[in-house]
């Protein structure tokens, strides 16, 4: 491998816009075509070249053969001297498919971001996605996983990589995400139409049934009466919108929810409120919790190992059981009533978060690809050297 040529492979390309952008502006300014493999028709920067596969997000999707078939074709004329792949099926589609090329010197990097199989999965989670990903970790040259569960799982499993590495998730843009003086976060929440008094809750995820917005409606209707001006601020679009608005008129907490839709000013909102709440069932290491510990926030969460890994139990936040709608409510209550445990809470979250910012992040990510992009730069200069 002789040229200096990168391709990143997801199921979707959204992935890409939503994570690794400046991961694709750094490559680009080192010199490398930048080349990416997705679903999907969205335009992205830093990118030199798109391809639009149907990758399919189930193992059993019918489109995932003719995906195997087009990425094969593109890797094997593309002279790639790193594929870095991401999410399920992105990952194992581009890895089979990136078989002959590692053979001829490429590199293949695949980022878990939260293993399918984890502590509490349901078993046929197990049956499924354990034996997909021992086996493909054979033709890894780098698995990187982003939570320390999911580190401790491929090692101690014996996973076959070529090196197994702990990276801290894809980063939060603590430019962008930051706390928020008492006098801005007053002139915000005017523009937004909130007073100082409201006490703000936000969550900002897609409504799927993962993201477990239900419990977060069923806390609040519990909380209505207790606190005066409580306002659940959800950002964000899915199948599952109209239901959650439907559940919150029945419960009658309909006048106490704002269903804000998809935002692009999360770093104006997030600030402004009080706390950061989350109900999901399932996380690798959820970019929404670290942006809102950016922002000093305390955070209420449900246990899965991505929170856990995030929100240290009574010091940043607080942990509850998935489905214990009862104890979230209190602790709620608890940060509203204690105003001086909210400010000291958020403020060791926002202590915590550093090792998570993008900076810290993209050295992690730096320090495994350079030595290979060390690789194809004396490569290159030994090809034109035998031209000459």
């Known amino acids: ?10 199921t979707v390309d959204y992935h890409f816009k939503a994570f690794h952008l400046p991961m694709m502006e750094w490559f680009r300014r080192q010199g490398w075509e930048v080349h990416v493999a997705a679903r999907g028709g969205m335009e992205l920067p830093h990118v030199d070249r798109k391809f639009d596969i149907p990758i399919e997000r189930s193992p ?13 074709s593109i ?52 049956l499924l996605y354990y034996p997909i990903e021992k086996l493909l970790a054979s033709v890894t040259d780098c698995l990187i996983t982003i939570n320390g569960e999911d580190y401790r799982r491929a090692t101690a499993s014996g996973f076959r990589a070529g090196q197994i590495r702990h990276v801290h998730g894809v980063g939060v843009h603590t430019g962008r995400f930051k706390p ?4 801005e976060k007053r002139v915000m929440r005017l523009q937004f139409n909130y007073s100082p008094q409201h006490f703000l809750l936000i969550c ?28 659940l601020l959800l950002a964000g679009q899915g199948p599952l919108l109209n239901d959650c608005r439907a559940l919150a008129a029945s419960l009658g907490v309909a006048a106490q929810i704002d269903f804000l839709g998809y935002r692009e000013d999360l770093g104006q909102l997030m600030p402004m409120c009080d706390v950061a709440v989350s109900a999901s069932l399932r996380e690798g290491l959820p970019v929404n919790i670290m942006e809102a510990m950016a922002c000093g926030l305390p955070v209420v969460a449900t246990r899965n190992r991505g929170h856990e ?10 942990i509850v059981e998935p489905g214990d709608e009862e104890m979230f ?30 900076d810290q992040v993209q050295e992690e990510l730096k320090a495994l690809y350079r030595p290979l992009m060390e690789e194809t730069m004396e490569g290159t200069e030994r090809l034109q050297w035998n031209a000459l």
């Open 180 to 183: 928020m003086s008492p006098d």
């Open 60 to 72: 059993l999707g019918k489109g995932n053969v003719k995906a195997y078939r087009m990425l094969k």
């Open 329 to 358: 409510a209190s602790r709620l209550l608890l940060l509203h009533r204690f105003r001086e445990t909210r400010i000291r809470m958020g403020a060791r979250g926002l202590e915590r978060v550093s090792a998570y910012s993008l």
């Open 75 to 126: 890797i094997d004329k593309g002279d790639y001297s790193i594929i870095h792949c991401h999410t399920p099926m992105g990952g194992a589609v581009a890895r089979l498919a990136a078989r002959g090329a590692r053979r001829r010197g490429a590199k293949v990097f695949y980022t878990a971001h939260g293993f399918h199989f984890y502590k509490g999965a349901p078993p046929v989670n197990w």
């Open 204 to 231: 900002a995820a897609e409504f799927n049934a993962n993201k477990n917005h239900e419990l977060l409606i069923r806390a609040l209707a519990k909380l209505k009466d207790k606190v005066t001006g409580v306002r």
């Open 309 to 318: 890994e995030l929100v240290e139990e009574g010091r940043s936040g607080f």
């Open 1 to 10: 491998m002789t040229h200096k040529r990168i391709l990143f492979c997801a």
